[in-house]
């Protein structure tokens, strides 16, 4: 399912919506070149799970954690991991935690990601403006069918 946005603040519209349906252990992977808009999504769904902090990128610190919402956040990037530093990482713990994973650039490590997921694919068009993106859902299993379904379908 995909859609068009013209605004930092609609890409943020849909991380925050999404944020109402999903429960612990859920992971999100946010796919899409720099400046996409993967940080301005997840910005948008800290802030529908009620996270008063600041969402920064977690590029150099590979894993940020926000325990003040609805729900903890576990907000990773994977840019400079190798496929099969999960473990290292304890990426399984987080998966199977108490938390939502959001992950962006997933295409890194995407050996060792679980069978469902919401994968979320940010693309721009400069033809078509400089803030003009598409915004891609491809849910993997039946509760990220179900969030879509009812999230955005009806929208
Ligand atoms: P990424 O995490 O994919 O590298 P960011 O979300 O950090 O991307 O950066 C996106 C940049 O593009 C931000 O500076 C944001 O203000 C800008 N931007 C402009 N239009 C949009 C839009 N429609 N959606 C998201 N970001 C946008
Ligand atoms: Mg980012």
Do not use: C
Not at 3 to 24: C, D, H, Q, R, W
Request: glycine share 10%; charged share 30%; hydrophobic share 30%.
């Amino acid at each position: 399912m995909k859609f068009n946005v013209n605004t930092p603040e609609e890409t943020m519209s849909y991380g925050k919506k999404i944020a109402n349906y999903l429960k612990p252990k859920d992971v999100i992977l946010l796919d899409g070149d720099l400046g996409a808009g993967k940080t301005t999504f997840t910005k948008g769904l800290a802030e529908g799970l009620g996270i008063k902090r600041n969402i920064k990128s977690p590029t150099f610190t590979i894993i940020r954690e926000y325990q003040d919402g609805r729900l903890p956040l576990y907000h990773m990037d994977a840019y400079r991991l190798d496929d099969g530093s999960g473990d290292e990482l304890g990426l399984e713990e987080y998966f199977n935690g108490d938390g939502i994973n959001v992950i962006e650039w997933s295409n890194f490590i995407e050996n060792e990601l679980p069978s469902d997921y919401l994968k979320i694919i940010f693309k721009r068009d400069d033809s078509k403006g400089d803030n003009y993106r598409t915004i891609d859902f491809h849910p993997k299993g039946e509760h990220f069918n179900k969030i879509i379904k009812e999230s955005y379908l009806e929208k």
